[in-house]
């Protein structure tokens, strides 16, 4: 076995081959060791040091120095509900149900990719890979199920196949959400790696809940009023300045809560060039990804102070301006920031806005479609508003009806004159 070069890691060579491989010590983990696949001595070099940066980097953000492959993972979680179970913190159905449901559906389509590289895109290609499954799927030639009970092999026939019903596919996507927490538990990835996992409706209302202009108004002055009271601590005073600055933005832009989880400061286009001028002559536009899209469009300039404020809010806890890929919705040691519905609803509860005239409740989403709302009631071109909010015309027709004629009565209203 030969060896090369005295850096943080070691490039060697094992007997028989002609391969490099690294090794290098990570504080916590131990020696890694690696190959690098290939037997050029200058290509290794460069490769050793990725893996060595990228070891460290994931070590320095509080993750295992390697990625976790998904199987590994879920065959771990696995391993942790048959202990559970074992001990009695656990029913036990969930020794006989989960392990089945991970290894017939989550590992066959996830097998290929690391715990923390499972995107949004690929949560949703999932959920139509598994309604398919026993229709027209891996699983449409498969005549019988086999499992073991009590140490006996079983075979069940399968006498119906077909789509999974709605609560049976929440279910197990409950099943998933739980193999990606306990991954962040483990340090396999952090939580802003963690897909939204976007649960099916049994049934979606022909109208989304939105805000009358009215009532947008009353929870802006109720959102201000809370923040600005003099009583309450510097670090509540913060919270809740952030989640205004979220309404705000949400409000003046139509985002989606994921676009505005992913959003980072290098996706807020002509930012930086525009901080030292006066606001009127400032400019903005945002580039967003989520829901398996990506997409540039312009916000409403009332949105543009907010950003300020969450700019203002990085500097003071952080010393130093965010780089471009700083998330832009933060919490106070720089992470992404995670769910706010629990402020939401609290806030909703305190104005009495907390469902619509239906009853149905509303939600961050609620200002996306209180901004098409808007927009549609001032007369903007159902095309260009679909394009701007990466949605269909279509879409726009089907869920954003609530635009009442009173509030578009103007334009219902034009002078006919003599015919």
């Known amino acids: 076995m030969t060896e090369a070069s005295d850096l943080p890691y070691k490039l060697f060579q094992r007997s028989g081959t002609s391969n490099w491989w690294v090794r290098f010590s ?174 099916p409706r049994a049934k979606v209302p022909n109208n989304r809940p939105s805000f009358a202009p009215e009532e947008f108004s009353r929870l802006e002055a109720a959102s201000l009023a809370r923040l600005s009271d003099p009583a309450i601590h510097e670090h509540l005073r913060w919270d809740r300045t952030i989640l205004h600055a979220q309404i705000m933005i949400a409000a003046f832009s139509g985002m989606r809560p994921t676009e505005m989880k992913n959003l980072n400061w290098g996706d807020v286009l002509d930012y930086r060039a525009g901080r030292t001028k006066p606001l009127k002559d400032r400019d903005i536009k945002l580039r967003v990804h989520g829901k398996a899209k990506s997409r540039t469009f312009v916000p409403q300039r009332a949105a543009l102070s907010w950003f300020d404020v969450l700019w203002d809010f990085w500097v003071a806890n952080q010393g130093s301006a965010p780089p471009n890929d700083a998330p832009v919705f933060s919490t106070r040691d720089g992470k992404r920031l995670g769910s706010s519905n629990n402020a939401l609803t609290e806030l909703f509860k305190h104005c009495g806005l907390l469902t619509d005239y239906r009853g149905i409740r509303r939600t961050l989403y609620s200002f996306r479609h209180f901004y098409i709302s808007q927009q549609l009631a001032h007369n903007v071109e159902v095309f260009h508003l679909a394009v701007n909010t990466g949605t269909s015309s279509g879409m726009i027709d089907k869920f954003y009806g609530q635009v009442t004629s009173d509030r578009m009565k103007e334009h219902l209203r034009p002078e006919w004159g003599e015919s």
Not at 54 to 70: D, H, M, P, Q
Not at 106 to 124: G, L, Q, Y
Not at 145 to 151: A, D, H, K, L, W
């Open 26 to 199: 990570i504080k916590g983990e131990g020696q890694v060791r690696k190959s690098l696949e290939t037997s050029d001595a200058a290509l290794a070099q460069r490769k050793a040091h990725e893996v060595w940066f990228e070891a460290n980097y994931r070590t320095r953000n509080g993750l295992k120095s390697g990625a976790t492959s998904f199987t590994k993972a879920a065959e771990a979680f696995i391993a942790v509900v048959e202990r559970e179970v074992e001990r009695g913190d656990r029913p036990a159905y969930h020794k006989r149900d989960i392990p089945p449901v991970i290894r017939r559906y989550f590992i066959p389509f996830f097998a290929k990719k690391d715990v923390d590289a499972v995107t949004e895109r690929d949560i949703a290609s999932y959920i139509e890979w598994r309604r398919d499954y026993w229709v027209s799927g891996p699983g449409k030639d498969i005549t019988e199920i086999r499992y073991e009970r009590e140490g006996r092999s079983i075979r069940r026939p399968l006498a119906q196949k077909r789509v999974p019903t709605v609560s049976r596919q929440r279910g197990e996507l409950v099943i998933l959400r739980q193999i990606f927490r306990y991954s962040v538990g483990q340090g396999f990835l952090n939580n802003g790696q963690v897909p939204e996992i976007a649960v």
